[in-house]
Structure formats: C-alpha cells, structure tokens
C-alpha cells in the first residue's frame, strides 16, 4: 500500500513549487525562463482534471444518473431524445451555464436549480433545438458540487442507436479524448444488440470503462444479483470486456434521499459506491501519473537551473581573459547548433510537403470509394419500384452521408495522428541531442557537472477535450419532372433520374471530402508550425541559460567589478536553497516511483 508523504499531496507540491518561485524572483530576469517552466508546471497541477464521460442508450436514466451524481436535479431529463449535444460540468463556486453558439454565447448564473434546467432546455433538448437548428456548439456548466471539487469534468453524451443522425459515431470520435468513461445500461432490458455494437468499438476508444446498473429500486434483490451476472456474462462473451466492474444503482433512490437528507435511501441506492470509487481512481491513478510527471519535470528543470547558476559562479570567478577565451570557443558551438537547426527546419518543410502530398492521394482515393458507396445505394433504391423514390432516396442519403462522413473523419484522424507522429520524432531527437550537445561544451570549458537531460520530449501537445459536430452536405437540388417527362417509359424515367443523381453525388462527395480535406490540411500546418516554434524555443531556451548566462557575467565583470564579491555570495546562496528543494522533490519522485 502507498504511504502519503506530505510532498505527495497535491497542496503541498503547489507550495513547493511556489518555494522554487520565490527564489527565482530574487535571482532576477535573468532566469526568466526556469521561472516560467516551474509556473506552467504549477498551473498545469492546479488545473488538473479528470475527464469522465457519460454514455448511455436512451431512457436509461443518463441525466437522472448525473444529478444524482451532483447532488440536485440540474440537468433536463427528456421524454424524447435530447439533440447531438454533449454537455460539460465542472466545478464553479456558484451555478452557471455558458452556451457557445455559431454566433456568439449565451450565459447564465443564479441559484435556482430548475431555472438552470429551463435554460439548458432551450438549447439541448430536440423539441426546442430540433436537429440543433440554433447553432450550439457546446454547452458548459460550472456547480458547487463535491465531486467536480476533486477534479472531475463529467460530460452527459447524446444517448447511442437513437434516431437522431450519426450520434454515436461522433460519440466514438470523441471518447479518446477522455479519461475515463460510465456506461449504464438498465434493469429493462439488461442490454440490447445496439449497446453490445456500441460497446464492441468502444474497447480499443477509450482507456477505462466503468458499467452502472441503473434502476434497481425496480427489482428484487435476487433479481438485482441475476441481472448483474447476466450482464457480466454478455460484457465478457459478447463485448469481450474480460473483468468487468459493474456497479448497482438507482439514481431516482439516489436523488430522493438528496432531497430528503436521508441516508438509509442514499446508502440502499448504492450512488456512494460509485463515488468512492471515482474518488480512488483519481486520486490512485490519475492523480498520481500527473504528480510524478510534474515532479520529474520540475528536477529537470532545476537540474537545469543548477547549471545555470554554476556557470555564474564560475564565470564570475574566472579571470577576464580566461573568461574571453572560453567564451569564444563555446560562442563557436553554439553558431554550429545554430546552422544544425536552420538546417533540420529546411528539412521540416520537406516533411510537411510529403505530408500534404499524401493528403491528396488520401482524399482522391476517399472520393472514389465514397463515389462507389453511394452509387451502390442510389442502385439499390432505383431498383426498388417504389413510388416516389427521390424522396426515400433522400431519406437514405440524409442517414447515410454523415454516417459514412464521421466514420472517415475517425479514420483520418487516427492515420495522420500517427503519421506526424512518425515524422517529427527523428527531428525532436535531434533538437534533444544538440542541446544536450551545448550542455557538455559549457560543462567542459568551465568545469562544472554536466546535467543530462533523461528525456528527449520537447514537443507535447495538452488536450482538453472539445466535441466537434460536422455539417455534413446530404441534400439533392432535384428539379421536379415536367409533364413530358411523366409520359416517358418506367425504365427511361428512371435511367433519367439515376443520371441527375450521379451528377448529385458527385457534388455531394467533392464537397464533403474538401472539407475533410481543408479540416486536415489547417491541423497538419498548426502541428508543423506548433512544432517549429517549439524546437527553437528549446534550442534558444539552452543557449540563453549557457552562452547568454556567461556573456551577462562578462558585462558585470567589466562594468561593476566592485559588486562581483556580492554577486558571488548571493548566486552562491541561492544554489545552495535550490539544491535543498530539489532533494526534496526527488525523495517525493522516488516514493511515487516505488509506491
């Protein structure tokens, strides 16, 4: 079992890193840089959060399980379908809701938890946004409640297999965003055909999958022990889920004991359990991962800072002219560097052009197996002698387009994800080897401890998880037939018709794939230039603390050799208190690593 030490709670790393702060302000712009790199690994521990997304086919209680997991009824809970929505909530120490539309926002706040569900109705609920004709691009909500305090996001997603178009295809797209996910399912039935397909491409998605058996106040106890044997089953035989954990609930019990204060119902709902075992996770896991990257981070970046502070020592000890002459020898290696990374930058644009090159091939290849698709269903309903077959053919494609559209946008994502992934991590080895590269000529010219950087990660990209919805193009511009068109043969009519048809896919397809392709082509140059920038700063970053740390001496020295003895004892003493932060964060590190 892990032990808790003190630097292992997350308030006490804060106040650690907040320490480190206080001594780079008193050292001075000059180490402006280590300053920064420990306040972005402070904010990123303040910020840390835990994304759980919620999934469920419709009518299994899903809102109703998410209020009760919050305390209060603050969420719709909808007779029909709720529209393609996901909906986000964090903590905020007062309620409110912020909507993101296509043309602007619109914002609530208050304490009336029914008001709150009013306005999100508006905006979430089909029967007052059908087919999300208002433009929402997502919907957040900040409440006061315990669990979001420890850092959970729960995201409600739309309800899978329901009618509305593509849902759970965008779902799936969406869950590797997450951390976590809760799939309910119910007493009535178990579980469906549609749950188990569902399930079957959620395994590979996403990294933990929890199951909630919601609505057990509706059956006996032997029958809440058979249900949930029953469902084990099915997850391991036909979802192939090998150890599935599975926790008995009823939600309504849940809330009603909420409401009442009382904790016989709130116990016999079994909503605790789940809670408990959030909780864990997030502390045991996730809590934990993140401690110990930010804890290895921050003794780079103070191993860094060391040798940062050694060279001043050094310099400031060392003769001027023994300082002028190493200065040009390492002035020397640093222009080398330099000529390496112009270099490595003409070969990135190389990389990007291939990259774009493959792009087109991709997208010609998708414009031919989706002009194959959706002739294929054009055939098959022109062969069906049914009345009036534009309009069913309509129907199909409004269904089939989108569908067919967000499953290539999972696959293209995934493929040009490893792609870039591929082609940039030879150059970031690169840009990794040549500072270290500098580290060593300082550390030989000057005689101090070479610090070796033990990774070579330079380029990492945070992820919040954001929920994008496509307007995929389905519709036909069909004329409707003129009176001697009517009198032409059934099968002459149709050849008409299934040749406009034709010329419509072809709209249909070039249209869609250029968006795709246009979508593609803004993140493949965002990542490349994202990635440019990041290898210069990493380079400029270690020239500053190595040959611009020895030529800023150089300026003291010859302009305030009066202040030299000073300059010396405070660099000195603040090496000194560095170095006892520093053991204290790798007696953290080494705990974490062996717990």
């Not at 089953?233 to 979802?239: H, P």
């Not at 037939?481 to 059934?490: D, H, K, N, S």
Request: a negative charge; proline letters at 4%.
């Amino acid at each position: 079992m892990r032990q808790e030490t003190p630097l292992q709670e997350t308030g006490n790393l804060e106040n650690l890193f907040e320490e480190i702060l206080q001594e780079l302000s008193k050292l001075g712009s000059e180490f402006e840089s280590e300053k920064i790199s420990i306040e972005n690994l402070r904010e990123r521990l303040q910020k840390e959060r835990f994304h759980l997304a919620v999934l469920g086919q419709f009518k299994r209680g899903k809102s109703t399980f998410i209020n009760a997991l919050l305390g209060e009824e603050i969420l719709p809970v909808a007779v029909l379908p709720l529209t393609a929505l996901p909906i986000f909530l964090s903590f905020g120490s007062q309620p409110r809701a912020q909507v993101l539309l296509e043309n602007g926002v619109k914002e609530w706040s208050g304490e009336d938890p029914e008001a709150l569900r009013e306005f999100l109705s508006q905006f979430v609920a089909e029967t007052e946004n059908p087919e999300n004709r208002k433009g929402v691009l997502q919907v957040e909500v900040f409440y006061p409640s315990p669990l979001l305090q420890h850092g959970v996001v729960l995201i409600d997603t739309p309800g899978i297999g329901s009618t509305l178009r593509h849902n759970t295809e965008v779902t799936l797209n969406f869950l590797p965003q997450c951390d976590a996910a809760l799939f309910l399912v119910s007493a009535d039935p178990p579980i469906t055909e549609v749950e188990v397909a569902f399930l079957q491409a959620v395994r590979s998605r996403v990294a933990r999958l929890f199951f909630v058996l919601n609505k057990i106040d509706y059956l006996s106890e032997t029958d809440i022990a058979s249900v949930h044997d029953f469902l084990r089953e099915v997850l391991r035989e036909r979802a192939g889920f090998e150890n599935p954990l599975i926790f008995p609930v009823s939600a309504r019990m849940a809330l009603e004991g909420q409401k009442r204060g009382d904790r016989v119902l709130l116990e016999r709902s079994g909503i605790h359990k789940i809670l408990q075992h959030l909780l864990s996770f997030l502390q045991k896991e996730k809590s934990h991962a993140l401690r110990e990257a930010l804890m290895r981070k921050a003794i780079e970046v103070l191993n860094e800072l060391s040798m940062h502070l050694r060279l001043c020592i050094r310099s400031l000890e060392m003769p001027i002219h023994d300082l002028d002459e190493r200065l040009q020898i390492f002035s020397e290696k640093v222009r080398e560097a330099e000529r390496e990374r112009i270099h490595m930058g003409d070969l990135l644009l190389g990389e990007r052009k291939r990259m774009i090159a493959f792009l087109e091939e991709w997208a010609e290849n998708l414009r031919q197996g989706a002009r194959e698709h959706f002739r294929s269903i054009l055939k098959e309903h022109l062969a069906d002698r049914a009345e009036n077959p534009e309009a069913r053919i309509q129907e199909v494609f409004d269904r089939e387009v989108p569908a067919f559209f967000e499953r290539e946008l999972s696959k293209v994502v995934r493929v040009f994800e490893t792609k870039v992934t591929e082609a940039l991590k030879p150059y970031e080895q690169r840009i990794h080897e040549l500072t270290e590269a500098v580290r060593k000529k300082a550390a030989e010219l000057f005689d101090i401890p070479c610090y070796v950087s033990r990774s070579s990660e330079v380029f990492a990209v945070e992820k919040k998880p954001y929920w994008v919805t496509h307007k995929w193009y389905t519709h036909f511009h069909l004329l409707p037939e003129g009176f001697l068109a009517t009198l032409l043969p059934e099968k002459t009519r149709r050849a008409k018709l299934r040749q406009r048809m034709e010329k419509e896919i072809e709209e249909l397809v070039t249209t869609n794939v250029e968006n795709l392709r246009w979508a593609t082509l803004q993140n493949l140059d965002q990542t490349f230039r994202q990635f440019v920038a990041t290898i210069n700063e990493h380079l400029e970053r270690t020239v500053s603390a190595t040959q611009g740390a020895i030529e800023r001496v150089r300026s003291k020295k010859a302009e305030e050799s009066q202040n030299v003895a000073w300059e010396l004892e405070k660099l000195r003493r603040a090496l000194k208190r560095l170095q006892a932060l520093q053991e204290q964060l790798s007696m953290g590190h080494n705990l974490e690593n062996t717990s």
